[in-house]
């Protein structure tokens, strides 16, 4: 296999090349831009591998795009690449519009024609896999309700907006020109080399450094929380093994409060990292205003890629946090230059 993941230097794109690294018989093609969001130390040794190669490009750039299908001799595209932070697409969506539905639609064009180039059993084998999130389903009531795969789409933020755009164009390229994609949507992920400006990064490097850790609203906004190396398992099983044409909700079926999120890291910290005096780094919470059309709970129902694919969430929440705290007590050297190039000028995010 010759897996082409756009976005790999990003969170969940790095995670994915991680997981794959070494694999007898892959070779890994990282097709990234490399914006803000992207980080090539979050490749670590899986960068130094005969078998994997980088190529910053745009996936907007569909001459390039095609240029590294050929030459790469790509046999499976996991779509990663986009602009995914939601505070930032309420402050400037037109990124948002550029890459997500823009870029989403070069890359189906140039993989469309690629494919066709293709001779018979090659062109069987080829998938194109979109990675896409819950938030295209939107705001579902407290206590009631999960999201399956049938549920209809109704986005609320520019970013959920563009990313339901994005995943009608794969549905669309596979209904009308018979492109073999599979699209998989997942919950909130968490975990190692996640950019400082979500949430739970943000809220342990905030109480690490002593300032005020920002919860929007009351903190009762409910997301269902997936260990990042839990959803790069499930990304393995979908391209490799998904049915065209199909989708795949992937969740951890831990749902918290954002409070409780926000509150769980302060106490591990409290264990880990004592502020001294008796005191507790929840004292450093501060409820700020609420985020504009903020949805107020998201829930996946992961049964279909469970009995279909036979994927379990390996982590709990308290696992994965426990983990996700060290990594980060452990891993200095990744944050530190992010978090001072956001205090030169650069804006670090709000709450996500
Ligand atoms: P991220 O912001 O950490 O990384 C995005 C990567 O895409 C970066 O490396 C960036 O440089 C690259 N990129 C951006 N624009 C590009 C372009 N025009 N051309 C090429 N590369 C470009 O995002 P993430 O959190 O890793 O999310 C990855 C994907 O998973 C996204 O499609 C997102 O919608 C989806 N998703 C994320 C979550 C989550 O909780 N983070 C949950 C479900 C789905």
Redesign the pocket.
């Known amino acids: 296999m010759n897996i082409l993941v ?8 790095s995670a994915v090349i991680r997981h794959l690294a070494g694999r007898q018989g892959v070779r890994i093609v990282n ?5 803000y ?3 090539p130390a979050s490749l670590g040794a899986a960068a130094s591998s005969l078998h994997y190669r980088f190529h910053q ?4 750039d569909d001459a390039a795009v095609l240029d590294i299908l050929r030459a790469e001799e790509i046999t499976h595209v996991m ?7 939601v505070d930032r697409s309420i402050d400037g969506p037109a990124e948002f519009i ?3 539905i823009v ?1 989403t639609f070069k890359l189906l064009n140039a993989a469309l024609a690629y494919w066709r180039e293709l001779p018979g059993e090659r062109r069987d084998a080829f998938r194109f896999h979109h ?4 938030e295209v389903f939107g705001d579902l009531p407290f206590e009631s309700g999960v999201f399956t795969e049938d549920t209809p789409y109704d986005p609320s933020s520019p970013y959920s907006a563009s ?1 339901a755009a994005s995943d009608h164009l794969v549905r669309a390229w596979h209904v009308t020109y018979g492109l073999p994609v599979v699209l998989s ?5 968490y975990g190692p080399c996640h ?1 400082p400006e ?1 949430l739970i990064p943000l809220v342990i490097l905030n109480a690490l450094h002593e300032c005020e850790i920002p919860v929007y609203g009351q903190g009762s906004n409910v997301r269902d929380w997936l260990y990042v190396e839990d ?1 790069a398992r499930a990304l393995e099983l979908v391209v490799t093994k998904g049915r065209p044409g199909e989708s795949y909700n992937v969740g951890g079926r831990a749902e918290r409060t954002n409070l409780q999120v926000v509150e769980t890291i302060c106490d591990l910290l409290d264990q880990r990292r004592p502020r001294g005096g008796a005191r507790s780094y929840r004292d450093l919470i501060r409820f700020v205003a609420d985020r504009p059309g903020h949805d107020r709970r998201y829930a996946i129902d992961p049964s279909k890629i469970e009995r279909e694919l036979g994927w379990r969430a390996q982590e709990s929440f308290e696992t994965g946090i426990a983990r996700t705290i060290d990594w980060y007590l452990d891993n200095r050297s990744w944050w530190q230059p992010i978090r001072e190039r956001s205090y030169a000028g650069e804006r670090l995010g709000k709450v996500a």
């Open positions: 756009t976005g790999g230097a990003g969170f969940i794109g097709l990234d831009k490399l914006t969001a992207g980080n490009a745009d996936i907007c779509h990663l690449a986009a602009e995914s932070h550029q890459t997500n870029g990675v896409s999130t819950d990313k949507n997942c919950s909130n992920n950019f979500k959803h």
